[in-house]
């Protein structure tokens, strides 16, 4: 049997009862939460009615009592308490299950919550509240940061290191072969290309992250909608974002052009995902217009999950109505198929997901450098043994020939040039050893040799240059070009060692294509010698045809067009469900080869299933729109509704 409804407006209580109802509460505790019907600001009383029978939507206030000083931060209970109940409107008295109220709200506690004033951002951001601007930095310099850190990321390459040292050695006056300043040059020049390089990736970030703040959104002041810069907004101010846009925050969805508050996003600068994805808003805020609403979302403190949110809003005082994952719209993403959205922005600038996710320009060295490291430190290694030798050996020599040193050339230690005996630059038999050491370093530097990182650094400037003019690089849909972003790794273009992938399409196209079908027994796969067809439909004057030609079976078109009998009712019937059965959305866009016409995009969350619905519209069932209550297919020359 189906169950009855409750009524709408259940027995009034007399105030002696309801005083002893409040009397037996227990202090610091709520009561026990109550389905809210949904209230519309209009007199119609048909649309409460409707919405008070939908069984999908159900409200609850889950607050438990908490041992917490009144001093702490904002919460829902202060928030409920400075409003006004709404007057007029029973509840029936009908408790929730445990399991829902904790899959709802899931203890959110509030010292780790963070309370959203929903079109009051001085408020939400008023002391001891932390938060952010929108304004974001990618850049990995300043103009104070960039010489220091540049230079500890370039010795990170060892042979620097190396050439550091042999420049060091110069400065010593028993080693000197040239003046320092030549000594250091070559060193220098290698340090300078390098820097000027990276200073002019980071100079280009540094220009991304100032046209992406400087970009501007419609934020809603004094009522009206306004242009404002991404860096000016912050937490709490109610934004308008319109098809094709990018969001310029994480904002919770309050309302959409569509009536039953669906918005479609599209998430490819978040997780790669071309589809859409499909959000909510929550009905108790579709029903106020955006100028009016008020009200409190307490939600999770920032985090890098782009796949969960836990919240609960609060509007008017009484109930809170809890939002997940389908609530919010992320930063980055597109609004795709639907008109207009407006949100309530409840994480800016870098408390974002997307700026979460974010680890920074990262310092990236090629395979080529990693095998140039390991190679120098071989040399290095060669290379002190040798000097080892030859300082041992000296030694040696100089022991042995002590009672000589006062005459023999180059060590002489006695100066014989006065009439009083002086001595040379003598600094005893373990120093000369030392020098012999260095002096030996000197002259086998030529082991590693520094004009081969020079010409590495001209090399990789030349082969940037090239990749970008290239013309077979060239884009002529998006008319750009080739952008080497990183200058240190040309080398290890195309050099793959291993493919790790974890589904197809991740490396490959993934195009599905419709080649046959099998009708009431019998097989139609003959469409090898057939004609791409898009089969073009006429709707408001205006030709679309679908995007994607499919090749089609002649005889199974002739059969959709013109048979009879129980085959031809079974075909129309199996290509009516291709094009009706799937979660596509239609997307008209311009048609750059006939400015008269348009084009119609499937876009969906599978390839099959824009695979069959292209197959559909190519054999006479077009799929031209599709809203949350009804979708139009054109079935061959006539418009049907479902």
Known sequence: MRPERPPLHPPAQSSHEAAEA????????????????????????????????????????????????????????????????????SRSSTRRSGSERVGSQRDLRDEDARFVYINDAP?????????????????????????????????????????????????????????????????????????????????????????????????????????????????????RVVANETLPCDMVLLSTSDPTGVAYVQTINLDGESNLKTRYAKQETMLTPPEALAGLIKCEKPNRNIYGFLATVDLDGRRAVSLGTSSIMLRGCELKNTAWAIGVAVYTGSDTKVMLNNSGAPSKRSRLDTQMNRETIALAV????????????????????????????????????????????????????????????????????????ISMEIVRAGQAYFMVQDDHMFDDKNKARFQCR????????????????????????????????????????????????????????VSLRPKTPVRRDPKLAALLKDGTGAMAGRARDLFLALATCNTIVPIVEEDAADPAAKVLEYQGESPDEQALVYAAAAYGHTLVERTSGHIIVDVLGTRQRY
Not at 217 to 225: I, K, N, W, Y
Not at 385 to 405: E, K, R
Not at 409 to 417: A, C, E, Q, T
């Open 486 to 541: 990183a200058l240190n790794i040309n080398e290890d273009l195309g050099q793959i060692k291993f493919v790790f992938s974890d589904k197809t399409g991740t490396l490959t196209e993934n195009k599905m294509e419709f080649r046959c079908a099998s009708v009431h027994g019998r097989d139609f796969s003959e469409n090898d010698g057939g004609e791409e067809d898009r089969n073009a439909v006429l709707v408001d004057g």
């Open 123 to 239: 408020r939400t951001n008023a002391p001891p509240a932390v938060l952010p601007d929108n304004s974001v930095h990618t850049a990995k310099y300043s103009i104070a940061t960039f010489l220091p850190r540049n230079l500890y990321e370039q010795f990170h390459r060892v042979a620097n290191v190396y050439f550091l040292i042999l420049a060091a050695l110069n400065f010593v006056p028993q080693l000197l072969v040239f003046s320092p300043v030549a000594g250091i040059l070559p060193l220098a020049f290698v340090l300078g290309v390098t820097a000027v390089k990276d200073g002019y990736e980071d100079w280009r970030r540094h220009r991304s992250d100032k046209n992406e703040n400087n970009r501007t959104a419609s934020v809603l002041v004094d009522g009206v909608f306004q242009p404002k810069r991404w860096k000016e907004m912050q937490v709490g101010d109610v934004v």
């Open 22 to 89: 409040d009397m037996d509460l227990p202090v610091g505790r709520l009561p026990d939460p109550l389905p809210s019907p949904i209230i519309k600001h209009s007199p119609s009383m048909s649309i409460q009615s409707r919405s008070l029978r939908s069984s999908s939507v159900h409200f609850a206030v889950d607050f438990r009592s908490r041992s917490k000083p009144e001093s702490a931060s904002p919460s829902i209970e202060s928030f409920r308490t400075a409003r006004s109940r709404t007057p007029g409107v």
């Open 382 to 453: 060669t290379l002190v043994l040798l000097c080892s030798t030859v300082a041992l050996l000296t030694g040696i020599w100089v022991g042995d020939h002590n009672d000589q040193l006062g005459v023999i050339p180059f060590f002489r230690k006695y100066d014989y040039s006065s009439l009083e005996v002086g001595k040379y630059n003598w600094f005893g038999t373990g120093a000369q050893v030392l020098f012999a050491f260095m002096s030996g370093v000197i002259q086998f530097q030529v082991m590693i040799p520094i004009g081969l990182f």
